[in-house]
C-alpha cells in the first residue's frame, strides 16, 4: 500500500512563497546597487547567447546610427513599422505634427511587432537602451549628458537569413519611401544655436514646416526660362543610374544671380514644392571649420535642397590671392578665425564629400556674380546659372494674373510698354499691386510709379555721363603731370569707370562734387571688376 503523504497547509505555501519573493526582490536590489550595469548586461548578454544555441531563430540588430552619421535602413524600418501597428498592438507612439491634421503612429519601445513577408513571419522589436550621465570628451569639446542608445531588433527563423537580406530589407526601404511620400510635410531646416558638435552624434538641424505659396506656375518668370528650369529638374530626378553609370554623384548646382528683389528666393521655394524636396537653409557664418560643413552634409537627408544665400557675403572669396594668419578656437575667445574657407566650399560641392548622399540640389545666389571665383562656377559645382533679371512684360502679365485675377483691362497695355523701358524688380511690382484691391486703382498707381522711377533713372544716367565727360577732361587737360591720375591706378581706373553700369558707380559718384574724388571713390571700390567675365 501506498505510504500516506501529507500534504503542507495553505497558509505554509503561501507564507513559503512570499518568503522567496522577498528574498528575491532583496537579492534583485541589492545586485542592482552593487553590481555595476556592464557586468548585469554582459551577463544578461551571456545568458541569451547560452540558450540562443538551442533555438533555430536568428536576430538582426538594427542600430540608430552608423558611426557618426544616421543609419538609413533605422529610418526606413521605422516609418515601415509605423504602418504595421494594427488592433492588437498593445503599445505605440502618437503625435500630430504642427500644421498638419493626420495622426502619426511609430511604434512604441520594448513592444513586439509581427511581420508577414513570402510566408513565414518575423518579428520586430524596439530597444531603448539607457546610461548614467557621463563626460565624454569630442574634439576639443566636452558635455555632459543622458546618453541613449536606441536600436531595432528583427528576428526571424535562420533558414530565411538569405530572403531577410535580399529581399525583405530592401523592400522595407521602398516601402518606406512611398509611406514618407504620402505623409510628407516639406521642412524648412536651420542649424540649431548649439553647432555641429555633439557627442553622441545627433542632428544639428532644427526645423520648421515649410508653407512657402510659391509655385513655378505662378513666378513672375519668361516662360522660356521656366519650361527650361522644370526640363532641367524633370530630367535631374530620373537620372539615378545615369549619373552612377557616367561616375557621378546624383547632385545639380544652381547659380541664381541677380539684383535684389528678383524672385531669386521664391524660385527656391517653388523648386522645393515643386520637387517635394526638403530645404536646409546654411548660414556659412555660423560654422567654425571646413570639418563643420562635412558634418552638417552627413545629417542632411537625401531628396532635398542645400541652400547657400548671398554667397558672395557668406565667405572670404579672396582666400587665394591674400594669405591671412589663422586664429584656432579658444574656449574662451567666442571669435575664432579663419571660419570656412574658399577651399572647403570647393570640396563641399564637388568634392569626395559631396558622394555622400544621393538626389540632392546645392543651390548658391548672390546678388554679385562678379564677385564670386571662377573655380566656384565651373560646371560640376554651379552646373546651371540662372539669371534672375528685373520684371519683363511678360512676367509682368503673370504678376497681374496673380494679383488682379485674369482681366483685360485698358491699362495693362501701358504699363506693359512702361516696365520694358524700366529697371524694376518684380518685388517692386508686386508691392504697388497690393496697394489697392481696386485694379483700376492698382493700375494707376503702378504707372505713376514706373513714370516716376524712368525719369529718376534718366537723371542718374545724365549725372553720371557728366561726371564721367569730367574725369577725362581732367586728364586730357593735365599740363602740370599729375601723376595721381596718370599712374598705373588712375589709368586702371578709367578703364574701370567705362566699363562699370550706372547702377554699379552712380550711388557713390553722386556723393562726390569733385571729378577726382569720384574716381578715387570707384578705384577703391571696383578696382577688382577689371576683367569680369558675366556668364
Known amino acids: ?32 546597487d552593487f553590481i555595476p550595469p556592464e557586468f548585469s548586461r554582459y551577463f544578461a548578454i551571456k545568458s541569451r547567447n547560452f540558450f540562443a544555441t538551442f533555438s533555430n531563430d536568428m536576430t538582426i540588430t538594427i542600430e540608430e546610427f552608423d558611426g557618426i552619421a544616421k543609419n538609413q535602413l533605422f529610418t526606413a524600418a521605422e516609418i515601415y513599422l509605423g504602418t504595421l501597428i494594427g488592433p492588437f498592438t498593445k503599445r505605440f507612439k ?12 511609430t511604434m512604441g519601445g520594448n513592444e513586439d511587432l509581427m511581420d508577414t513577408f513570402h510566408g513565414f513571419q518575423m518579428k520586430w522589436r524596439v530597444v531603448h537602451q539607457k546610461n548614467q550621465p557621463r563626460h565624454v570628451g569630442y574634439d576639443d569639446y566636452h558635455s555632459t549628458m543622458q ?13 530565411h537569413k538569405n530572403k531577410v537580406l535580399d529581399e525583405y530589407l530592401p523592400y522595407i526601404v521602398e516601402r518606406s519611401k512611398v509611406a514618407k511620400q504620402e505623409k510628407r510635410t516639406l521642412k524648412l531646416h536651420t542649424l540649431k544655436s548649439d553647432g555641429v558638435r555633439h557627442y553622441p552624434p545627433k542632428t544639428p538641424w532644427q526645423s520648421v514646416n ?46 541664381l544671380f541677380g539684383p535684389p528683389g528678383t524672385g531669386k528666393s521664391s524660385l527656391i521655394a517653388a523648386i522645393a514644392n515643386y520637387l517635394k524636396f526638403d530645404v536646409y537653409d546654411l548660414e556659412l557664418t555660423d560654422l567654425r571649420s571646413n570639418s563643420d560643413l562635412r558634418r552638417l552634409l552627413l545629417w542632411t537627408a537625401n531628396r532635398s535642397i542645400l541652400v547657400v544665400e548671398d554667397i558672395d557675403a557668406s565667405i572670404n572669396l579672396s582666400e ?51 564677385k564670386l571665383d571662377a573655380a566656384l562656377l565651373r560646371p560640376g559645382r554651379m552646373d546651371v546659372h540662372i539669371h534672375m533679371s528685373y520684371c519683363t512684360p511678360r512676367g509682368f502679365k503673370m504678376l497681374a494674373t496673380n494679383y488682379l485675377g485674369d482681366l483685360d483691362h485698358p491699362l495693362l497695355s501701358g504699363a506693359e510698354v512702361l516696365i520694358g523701358e524700366s529697371k524694376v524688380t518684380p518685388a517692386e511690382v508686386a508691392e504697388q499691386l ?27 544716367e545724365e549725372n553720371l555721363e557728366e561726371t564721367k565727360k ?33 547702377a554699379k558707380a ?17 578705384i577703391g571700390l571696383l578696382g577688382g571688376e577689371n576683367g569680369i567675365n558675366h556668364m
Open 94 to 105: 502618437a503625435s500630430i505634427p504642427e500644421k498638419e491634421q493626420n495622426i502619426q503612429v
Open 320 to 370: 587665394r590671392k591674400t594669405t591671412q594668419p589663422e586664429r584656432r578656437f579658444s574656449h574662451h575667445d567666442q571669435i575664432q578665425e579663419p571660419k570656412v574657407t574658399l577651399s572647403g566650399l570647393l570640396n563641399f560641392t564637388d568634392g569626395l564629400w559631396s558622394s555622400c548622399g544621393d538626389e540632392r540640389i546645392i543651390i548658391f545666389t548672390t546678388n554679385h556674380i562678379d
Open 434 to 460: 497690393l496697394k489697392s484691391d481696386d485694379p483700376d486703382r492698382a493700375l494707376q498707381g503702378l504707372i505713376e510709379f514706373l513714370e516716376n522711377k524712368k525719369e529718376s533713372d534718366k537723371l542718374k
Open 470 to 502: 569730367k574725369v577725362v577732361q581732367i586728364v586730357e587737360e593735365d599740363e602740370d603731370g599729375n601723376e595721381q591720375l596718370k599712374n598705373d591706378e588712375g589709368q586702371n581706373g578709367l578703364k574701370v569707370l567705362a566699363k562699370i553700369t550706372p
Open 506 to 522: 552712380r550711388d557713390q559718384v553722386l556723393k562726390n562734387d569733385e571729378a577726382v574724388k569720384a574716381l578715387k571713390v570707384l
Open 147 to 159: 546618453v541613449e542608445f536606441k536600436f531595432l531588433e528583427l528576428t526571424f527563423h535562420k533558414k
Open 210 to 255: 515649410l508653407d512657402h505659396p510659391a509655385t513655378l506656375e505662378t513666378l513672375a518668370m519668361d516662360d522660356d526660362l521656366k519650361n527650361t528650369i522644370i526640363d532641367d529638374l524633370q530630367r535631374f530626378v530620373k537620372r539615378k543610374e545615369f549619373y552612377r553609370k557616367v561616375g557621378k554623384a546624383w547632385k545639380r548646382g544652381y547659380l
Open 1 to 32: 500500500m501506498f505510504s500516506k503523504i501529507e500534504l503542507p497547509s495553505t497558509k505554509t505555501l503561501v507564507s513559503t512563497a512570499a518568503s522567496v519573493a522577498a528574498t528575491a526582490m532583496l537579492v534583485r536590489s541589492v545586485a542592482k
